[in-house]
T-cell receptor
Framework: AQSVTQLDSHVSVSEGTPVLLRCNYS??????LFWYVQHPNKGLQLLLK??????LVKGINGFEAEFKKSETSFHLTKPSAHMSDAAEYFC?????????FGQGTELSVKP | EAGVAQSPRYKIIEKRQSVAFWCNPI?????LYWYQQILGQGPKLLIQ????????DSQLPKDRFSAERLKGVDSTLKIQPAKLEDSAVYLC??????????????FGPGTRLTVL
């Protein structure tokens, strides 16, 4: 069965410093992986997706993620955090169209 | 294009009452999903429709939850009777075609249900 594990429930960074949100996946075949963001009282928004093309995936708002098969990881990064990045982030694996979400990582950004 | 619409945005009910949520997917999207997101957790799939047929409802508590998608467009999710543990955000998502991992699911804003 497909699954994802987000290794941190909460990450706090200062504005202008790098962001790293960690995700490991488990899959019996080459997975499709996504990162979604959820701002308070807003819907889920797709940040980026990996679909077996390039292993380094660029998304919106300066985020990117690297698929590492040897480490079964799909970590999300951003070089410089902005206050508006504060939100809940979900690592997601697709199981034939059904999305399986991780528990989420809450990102706080300090001024 | 217009996004996924959901209503109401918020609902507060007493336990044992019934409640219904409505979802209008993006025009032309054949696949529709309902997810339940309990506070502090990631969304969990409740039911998946392809057009007006159910593809997967294995996670739907069928003793109290029901869902339909008449005419393959709008969908309603009902809870009867509600329990305290049903307090959650109910998210609707749609998908341009079924079973393709590379396509993106589009989410509505959700309905936040509080059961007292």
């Amino acid at each position: 069965a497909q699954s994802v594990t987000q290794l941190d429930s909460h990450v706090s960074v200062s504005e202008g410093t790098p962001v790293l949100l960690r995700c490991n996946y488990s899959s019996s075949y080459s997975p499709s992986l996504f990162w979604y963001v959820q701002h308070p009282n807003k819907g889920l928004q797709l940040l980026l997706k990996y679909t077996s093309a390039a292993t380094l995936v660029k998304g919106i708002n300066g985020f990117e993620a690297e698929f590492k098969k040897s480490e079964t990881s799909f970590h999300l990064t951003k070089p410089s955090a902005h206050m508006s990045d504060a939100a809940e982030y979900f690592c997601v694996v697709s199981d034939w169209g059904k999305l399986i979400f991780g528990q989420g990582t809450e990102l706080s950004v300090k001024p | 294009e217009a996004g996924v619409a959901q209503s109401p945005r918020y609902k507060i009910i007493e336990k044992r009452q019934s409640v219904a949520f409505w979802c209008n997917p993006i025009s032309g999207h054949a696949t529709l999903y309902w997810y339940q997101q309990i506070l502090g957790q990631g969304p969990k799939l409740l039911i998946q429709f392809q057009n007006n047929g159910v593809v997967d409802d294995s996670q739907l508590p069928k003793d109290r939850f029901s869902a339909e998608r008449l005419k393959g467009v709008d969908s309603t999710l009902k809870i009867q009777p509600a329990k305290l543990e049903d307090s959650a955000v109910y998210l609707c998502a749609s998908f341009p075609k079924g079973g393709q991992d590379t396509d993106t699911q589009y989410f509505g804003p959700g309905t936040r249900l509080t059961v007292l």
